[in-house]
């Protein structure tokens, strides 16, 4: 098992120009998570996915979109992109339903956007 | 939103045992609480979880008192490898499947 898989590792952006940052998962998870963490802060959730179809808004998800259209993947998109989204963007994926978090982390995406 | 609170950071020596406290003044009633370690450059890696009292696993034991406002991550015997930063993570009972990471406790593990 791979686990959880992102691409790109890395990357750079201007500002106002459009990115896909993709993530997939080969457990069989119904539940995957999007999350951004900016420099020595914790994690913030931006779009959430309780199974193929199903997306949801987390707590920060202005600036972006999700689409679920497969179990096993989970991209996110960036429009427009602005400074503000510099950051380190992660995936998870978790077998497990609203109330217990345990999540498997992907190796994160960075993000600068200039 | 509910909030965590966590020390910034903690100091030990390898061989002791390490205690970190996470503060959730307002939870989710029927969520459990999780706690993560993190190296750089990583994503988040799951420790432990529970929902009351006390659990135990391979690695570490979490405590949490009857009113769920705290908990306490317990590290028995740490090695320089649990260098490390250490989240607590809640549900936030006001918004529909919010989780709450603290902001994590950077502890660093000396000779």
């Known amino acids: 098992n791979a686990g959880v898989t992102q691409t790109p590792k890395f990357r750079i952006l201007k500002i106002g120009q459009s990115m896909t940052l993709q993530c997939t998962q080969d457990m069989n998870h119904n539940y995957m998570y999007w999350y951004r963490q900016d420099p020595g802060m914790g994690l913030k959730l931006i779009y959430y996915?309780?199974?193929?179809?199903?997306?949801d808004k987390g707590e920060v998800p202005n600036g972006y979109n999700v689409s679920r259209s497969t179990t096993e993947d989970f991209p996110l998109r960036l429009e427009l992109a602005a400074p503000s989204q510099t950051s380190v963007y992660f995936c998870?994926?978790?077998?497990?339903?609203?109330?217990?978090?345990?999540?498997?982390f992907g190796p994160g995406t960075r993000l600068t956007v200039t | 939103l509910a909030k965590t609170t966590q020390p910034i950071s903690m100091d030990s020596y390898e061989g002791q045992e390490v205690n970190i406290t996470c503060s959730h003044n307002?939870?989710?009633?029927?969520?459990?609480i999780t706690w993560y370690q993190q190296f750089p450059s990583q994503g988040p890696r799951f420790i432990i979880q529970g929902y009351k009292t006390k659990v135990t696993n391979e690695v570490a034991s979490l405590f949490i008192p009857a009113d769920r406002k705290s908990s306490t991550l317990s590290l028995p015997r740490v090695s320089l490898s649990d260098t490390a930063v250490y989240y607590c993570?809640?549900?936030?009972?006001?918004?529909?499947?919010?989780?709450?990471w603290g902001a994590g406790t950077k502890l660093i593990i000396k000779p």
């Open positions: 307002n939870i989710a009633t029927n969520d459990y």
């Open positions: 996915s309780v199974g193929a179809g199903i997306t």
């Open positions: 998870a994926s978790s077998p497990y339903p609203q109330g217990t978090y345990e999540q498997y």
């Open positions: 993570l809640v549900g936030d009972p006001d918004s529909n499947y919010q989780l709450i």
